[in-house]
């Protein structure tokens, strides 16, 4: 490994510590040549399916795209960026799961939606609003009642 502050490639590693799900390695290291520490992450590297655009383009997946469009969705909301994190890397290991080399891209777009409205329904009525591309204000609407008729019904279980 490389020591971004004097561009040496001996170090040691000093510390190596696992993250809660056991997916990530953090580890310390120490530069022989300038005696600086500095840390870095290992992330086991998976082969993600295609996506399938609604143009019928093909497309990588791109972690930082959906992470992008959430914090987005949930700026000034009080969403953590842990939640953020932990949705994604759980949205991974789904996808994965599913053994498909192509997914189509709405099936991404119906998992991120489902995780928002449980998570934050302003967040969700953002993301939707850019999502499916409302063409008026009615349809708006339309998904607005749906997500008060679902609270509705949520309340009248509860009883």
Same mark, same amino acid.
């Given at each position: ?26 580890? #310390?290291? /120490?530069? &022989?040549?300038?005696? =600086? ?10 082969? @993600?399916?295609? +996506? ?40 991974? #290991?789904? /996808?994965? &799961?599913?053994?498909? =080399? ?10 991120? @939606?489902?995780? +928002? ?43």
């Amino acid at each position: 490994m490389k020591c971004p502050y004097c561009g040496q490639l001996e170090n040691k590693v000093v510390d190596s510590r696992l993250n809660k799900d056991y997916t990530i390695t953090r580890r #310390r290291r /120490l530069c &022989d040549s300038c005696g =600086r520490r500095f840390t870095t992450y290992e992330r086991l590297e998976v082969t @993600m399916p295609m +996506l399938i655009k609604k143009d019928d383009r093909r497309e990588a997946w791109d972690r930082s795209k959906v992470v992008a469009g959430l914090k987005k969705a949930c700026e000034k909301r009080p969403v953590s960026m842990t939640q953020i994190e932990e949705f994604v890397d759980n949205l991974e #290991r789904e /996808l994965q &799961d599913m053994g498909e =080399r192509e997914i189509p891209v709405r099936i991404v777009g119906a998992r991120v @939606m489902d995780a +928002l409205r449980n998570i934050d329904e302003v967040a969700y009525v953002r993301f939707a609003s850019v999502y499916r591309q409302f063409k008026d204000l009615n349809e708006f609407m339309e998904e607005l009642k749906g997500l008060l008729g679902g609270r509705e019904d949520e309340k009248s279980e509860g009883s």
